[in-house]
């Protein structure tokens, strides 16, 4: 067994028509950033997950596929194919055998597309001896689609491609631009176009075939029109024309939705609740206590959130905490209930138990959208996509304000009652780092010490440190001032810098009686240990809240090729630095590591550490340390 083993993945889904597939086989397939991420709804004794990352392409996954294979045992998919913004596509294979070294593996690569392939269909194809082939058909920005097989390939100009076999005739449609649906059947070894289909009034964007109890072929489409079309087509074998356009005007469309339970769910990982939908991108947060949030985004104000009651109490049912402590302070400091977002406001705006019965009143027409969106809920199990949305809203508590640009970085004292930030800055005046008091929300001190944008704040485990580092190539280290002078022990603190080439350097404080006093601005600072080159750019480092083997010190680095690799470090040793483990590619990111940190509470055998990448997913990882 490896040291290091995957806990938790999440990954979001990409913001593409034709980016998910749920198979036959149990599993979701979906694009996540340049990634194929592999979900499997139901596992025996666990709620579902994401089990494995297939990694291939080199941009963004635009649309994914299982191939259906008959066999005389039913239907088998082990393959499924994908197409991308590199302008491939591929053909995977799935291994369930080997899904922890190489479940996902390239069959054939598809090059052939001058533009990102947008959506990918299979189709089983007779031929002339009587054996059924499956060919791909791959749909691309270039205004072609390609029937793939072998090495011989069929273009057409497309947009969306569904693919069917009725009495054993292959059908094709295409949707276009031109706000038609082709319709293409397969005869003498090629698609040949039979018909097209009028009525959407903009570009057809998504397609669907089903086959009724008739027999009738049923086509749903889809247009940038906003209406949803319902087509069936019936089929005259004995007609010179095979396909006759028949539209059924009693067909119609119910939207409904389900929930999925689960018994006998182990300890999984789940998201819980959504305390802000920022309008802005978000560029920094910090945890305060474990009912405190700050957050910052592309906006000159910090904000700061607080759990209302409904989440405290949901909070504790489903992770099985004890939260009494919890909920008798929310009585006695008068907590809101939730939070929701007012109809023409940005803020989240808090709700009391008096606000959640409304009062009959004849509604103004002025006011037709409705302000209250938030329910008080009693969960049990993880909340549903429609209540994430909805009732997980923690409510603003306050607005900070005294930077001049965009708010870039924040860091919380380990105690909770200061606040640290910085903003975007071109100009020393802009670089100060201010400290908030939070129990009045009112500034401290202004820090200068940078001359542009700081990027990253770190408080020392102790708290009595400020770590900061900036564009500028410099870092800055300040000390919380005591009024206790006869405190007379020195705590020993590390800190780490990363560089732009590659290295890893540790800083530590030196002994200084005041015989020899500091000739350079590092001042009592010096580095502790050698260069540590990783082999390309560090963009995260963490060291772990405990030493691991004899006395030496772990820490989790990450590169910009989404790699993360684990080093031991100790003082008193020619050799600091040892490479004690390199994630595999499969665990990896596949771009940019942004943030990794340590879990602070850990087993006795067992750290975690989590991770954050531009690739849009995070990742938990079980580290053991008597395999280290």
Same mark, same amino acid.
């Given at each position: ?267 999984? @990982?789940? =998201? #819980?609740?959504?305390?802000?939908? !920022? %309008? *802005?991108?978000?560029?920094? &947060? $910090? ?106 809203? @923690?409510? =603003? #508590?306050?607005?900070?304000?005294? !930077? %001049? *640009?965009?708010?870039?970085? &924040? $860091? ?217």
């Amino acid at each position: 067994m490896a040291a290091v083993s995957t806990c938790y993945i999440s990954a979001a889904c990409n913001r593409t028509v034709q980016c998910v597939h749920w198979g036959r086989n149990g599993l979701v397939a979906y694009g996540s950033c340049r990634s194929i991420a592999i979900y499997e709804a139901k596992r025996e004794k666990e709620a579902g997950s994401i089990v494995y990352m297939v990694n291939g392409h080199k941009g963004r996954v635009n649309c994914v596929k299982w191939i259906s294979c008959p066999t005389s045992h039913g239907v088998k998919e082990t393959e499924m194919v994908s197409g991308s913004t590199d302008n491939t596509a591929i053909v995977w294979k799935w291994n369930e055998q080997q899904r922890k070294k190489e479940a996902g593996s390239i069959v054939y690569m598809v090059n052939g597309h001058k533009g990102r392939v947008n959506c990918v269909k299979w189709i089983s194809c007779p031929t002339s001896h009587g054996v059924k082939e499956t060919e791909m058909v791959s749909g691309s920005t270039d205004n072609t689609a390609i029937v793939w097989k072998g090495n011989e390939q069929q273009v057409f100009h497309i947009f969306c491609i569904p693919v069917v076999n009725l009495h054993t005739v292959p059908i094709l449609s295409l949707g276009r631009d031109d706000c038609k649906i082709h319709l293409y059947v397969y005869q003498d070894d090629q698609f040949t176009e039979v018909l097209s289909l009028h009525g959407h009034e903009d570009w057809v964007r998504g397609i669907e075939f089903a086959v009724d109890d008739c027999s009738d072929l049923l086509l749903a489409s889809c247009s940038q029109d906003t209406f949803i079309r319902i087509w069936r087509i019936s089929i005259s074998i004995k007609s010179s024309q095979p396909l006759v356009f028949n539209p059924d005007t009693e067909i119609k469309l119910k939207e409904n939705t389900f929930i999925g339970t689960e018994k006998g769910i182990v300890t999984s @990982w789940h =998201e #819980i609740a959504r305390p802000q939908v !920022h %309008g *802005y991108d978000m560029q920094c &947060i $910090a945890m305060m206590s474990r009912y405190r949030m700050v957050s910052g985004a592309d906006e000159k104000v910090v904000r700061i959130f607080s759990a209302p009651k409904n989440f405290i109490d949901n909070f504790g049912k489903i992770c099985e905490v004890d939260v009494t402590k919890d909920l008798q302070n929310t009585a006695d400091e008068s907590v809101p209930e939730g939070a929701s977002v007012p109809a023409l406001g940005l803020s989240n705006k808090a709700i009391y138990d008096g606000d959640l019965v409304q009062p009959v009143n004849e509604i103004h027409p002025n006011e037709q959208y409705p302000e209250l969106y938030f329910h008080s809920l009693n969960m049990t199990e993880p909340p549903t996509e429609e209540h994430l949305l909805q009732n997980s809203l @923690w409510p =603003e #508590i306050q607005k900070l304000y005294g !930077h %001049g *640009y965009e708010i870039f970085s &924040i $860091a919380a004292h380990p105690h909770g009652h200061v606040l640290a930030s910085a903003c975007k800055a071109a100009k020393p005046e802009h670089a100060a780092i201010i400290l908030w008091d939070a129990r009045t929300w009112r500034q401290m001190v202004s820090l200068m010490a940078h001359s542009l944008t700081v990027t990253q704040l770190a408080f020392s485990h102790n708290g009595k440190y400020l770590l900061a580092v900036s564009r500028d190539r410099t870092w800055s280290l300040f000390r919380e001032r005591t009024t206790d002078q006869s405190e007379a022990e020195r705590q020993i603190v590390n800190f780490t810098l990363i560089n732009s080439f590659a290295q890893v350097i540790v800083w530590g404080e030196k002994e200084n009686d005041g015989s020899n006093p500091a000739s350079s601005c590092l001042g009592n600072y010096k580095p502790c240990s050698s260069p540590l080159d990783v082999g390309e750019a560090a963009t995260a480092i963490d060291f772990a809240p405990i030493t691991v083997q004899i006395d030496r010190y772990l820490l989790g680095v990450g590169c910009e090729s989404g790699a993360i690799m684990l080093y031991t470090w100790k003082p008193t040793e020619s050799s600091q630095w040892i490479k004690c483990c390199v994630l595999d590619a499969i665990m990896s990111h596949t771009l940019t590591v942004k943030r990794l940190k340590w879990r602070p509470i850990q087993s006795d055998d067992n750290l975690q550490l989590a991770s954050c990448s531009t690739d849009c997913s995070v990742r938990i990882f079980n580290v053991d340390m008597n395999k280290l």
